[in-house]
């Protein structure tokens, strides 16, 4: 499918998290989806392990299900003192910007399961190790965002979450996953209706910026 025209600059910083204009009733080709995973496939992986593994949920019931193990998880979530509305409550616009999230990841909360193609990235894991994980994950996790970022180059909308990892054992039964693999995000993957992506407000550089010391 040919891609839309962005610049490599305009690409990494307009690919947003998009949870209520995700477009529930347009059907997303399977070969669109390959297509960006195919992307994905070029991401690097620690010793070139390719040890990634990648389930793509498009029947309904199946879906549905994820869908209410997320609805629970999100609303575990949204009383917690971490959950994005709580954040920030001395800052008034920071605050403003937490609370509209919060309110975006309760759409997506009631509406996982409508989404017609749930992407779980996975990767071959018999344990997992109290110590640093950064090369297990680091190994998965750059893949993860090259599909979003394909899918945004092609039109589809995508939104990194990891809320229903909290019932990993449960989804994994029910789609049949080995034991011995972990699942590293649940990504959303639809149509989005309008075009305004733009980049989002951060930091300051220097603000978490560090030379030769801290």
Excluded at 32 to 57: D, F, H, K, T
Aim: neutral net charge.
């Amino acid at each position: 499918m040919p891609t839309l025209p962005l610049s490599p600059d305009e690409l990494l910083t307009t690919t947003r998290s998009v949870r209520k204009r995700l477009d529930l009733t347009r059907p997303v080709p399977l070969d669109l989806v390959r297509e960006c995973l195919e992307i994905a496939l070029q991401a690097p992986s620690g010793s070139n392990r390719q040890g990634w593994q990648w389930m793509v949920i498009t029947e309904q019931n199946m879906r549905r299900e994820i869908g209410d193990y997320y609805r629970q998880a999100v609303a575990s979530y949204l009383k917690s003192s971490g959950s994005a509305a709580a954040l920030f409550a001395d800052d008034p616009e920071r605050h403003a910007a937490q609370q509209r999230i919060a309110d975006s990841v309760a759409y997506l909360g009631e509406h996982m399961g409508e989404v017609p193609v749930l992407l779980i990235p996975c990767i071959k894991a018999a344990r997992l190790t109290a110590g640093n994980q950064a090369g297990l994950w680091g190994s998965l996790l750059p893949a993860a965002w090259s599909y979003m970022l394909a899918a945004r180059a092609r039109g589809l909308g995508t939104a990194w979450t990891t809320l229903h990892l909290r019932y990993e054992k449960e989804i994994s039964e029910l789609l049949g996953i080995p034991a011995d693999i972990r699942q590293g995000a649940l990504i959303p993957t639809a149509y989005y209706t309008g075009d305004t992506f733009k980049p989002a407000p951060r930091q300051p550089l220097d603000a978490v910026l560090h030379i030769n010391s801290w």
